[in-house]
């Protein structure tokens, strides 16, 4: 996809990155040409081809915001994220790790390596393990921050695992995810700071800008990617629909 630039920050030719202005009612990204904020806009690190880039901007900054920005995720806090295995969580373990927390993450057995490969430092098997029996080992006082990033209905004791004073943050998903009131209510009666983080467009390009240089840097690396056509969309939303793709599908719409 190429943006075209109107703007003084940036020249024609610029290798640029953004997740469009997608989610404003604006155009998305399945397209050689879309139109994006100046403040949703960020250059490319020389090292990350288009493919590549193209990974990188909504998973990274839904993850960032909600850990960052909304959650304030701190040094030495024990955090669980939950869903550590697709787009978004393999960001999300990276950059908590990256900040200094204690990481847990959950997935499937097939994606267990993958996740000690990231080094988090308890990777719980959904299939094989109870979470919250393996959360009460691993941390008996509670976790400070839960991030979850399946969607409510599939981790329904959430809030048990967090201590009071802690944090537990959802990503809207697309599917149900249950009483948004009701969630946040209890929370609240255990002391614990509840938040419904969906991508927004607060610093964007700032966001963007510290994780190119992260990942410039190699202090974090794009989680693995597949590239499809975008004659395979079909396909590759087959793929995403069946929960269980590993790092992040990227359609390829023109040869550049
Ligand atoms: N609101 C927003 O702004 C926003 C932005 C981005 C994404 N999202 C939503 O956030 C969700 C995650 O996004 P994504 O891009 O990371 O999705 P994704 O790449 O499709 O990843 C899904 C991952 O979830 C894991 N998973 C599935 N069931 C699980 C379970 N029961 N327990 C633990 N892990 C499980 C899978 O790992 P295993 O195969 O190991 O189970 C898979 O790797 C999606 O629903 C997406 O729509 C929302």
């Not at 989610?23 to 998305?28: D, L, N, P, S």
């Not at 994220?81 to 997935?107: P, S």
């Not at 609240?188 to 840097?217: E, P, Y």
Request: glycine share 10%; net charge negative.
């Amino acid at each position: 996809m190429y943006a075209m630039i109107i703007t003084s920050d940036f020249k024609p030719g610029d290798r640029v990155f953004t997740p469009t202005n997608h989610g404003q009612g604006g155009q998305g990204s399945y397209a050689q040409f879309t139109l994006a904020n100046q403040d949703r806009v960020a250059r490319i690190p020389d090292s990350l081809g288009f493919e590549q880039a193209a990974a990188l901007p909504v998973a990274a900054l839904t993850a960032w915001q909600a850990l960052f920005d909304r959650g304030g995720l701190v040094a030495g806090q024990t955090v669980l994220i939950h869903g550590g295995a697709g787009g978004l969580g393999g960001f999300a373990v990276q950059f908590a790790r990256w900040a200094g927390a204690r990481v847990a993450a959950t997935c499937s057995t097939a994606n267990v390596e993958y996740l000690q490969g990231l080094g988090v430092a308890r990777v719980i098997d959904y299939r094989r393990e109870d979470i919250s029996q393996a959360i009460h080992a691993w941390e008996p006082q509670g976790l400070d921050f839960l991030l979850d990033a399946v969607g409510v209905s599939t981790l329904p004791d959430a809030l048990d695992l967090v201590k009071s004073g802690g944090t537990l943050v959802s990503i809207p998903t697309l599917v149900d995810d249950g009483d948004f009131a009701a969630a946040a209510a209890a929370a609240q009666a255990k002391g614990v700071t509840r938040i419904f983080s969906t991508m927004s467009d607060s610093n964007c390009a700032a966001n963007l800008r510290t994780i190119a240089a992260l990942l410039a840097d190699g202090k974090i690396a794009l989680p693995p990617i597949r590239v499809l056509p975008l004659t395979e969309a079909a396909e590759a939303h087959r793929i995403i629909q069946s929960g269980h793709n590993r790092g992040k599908l990227v359609l390829k719409v023109a040869d550049l």
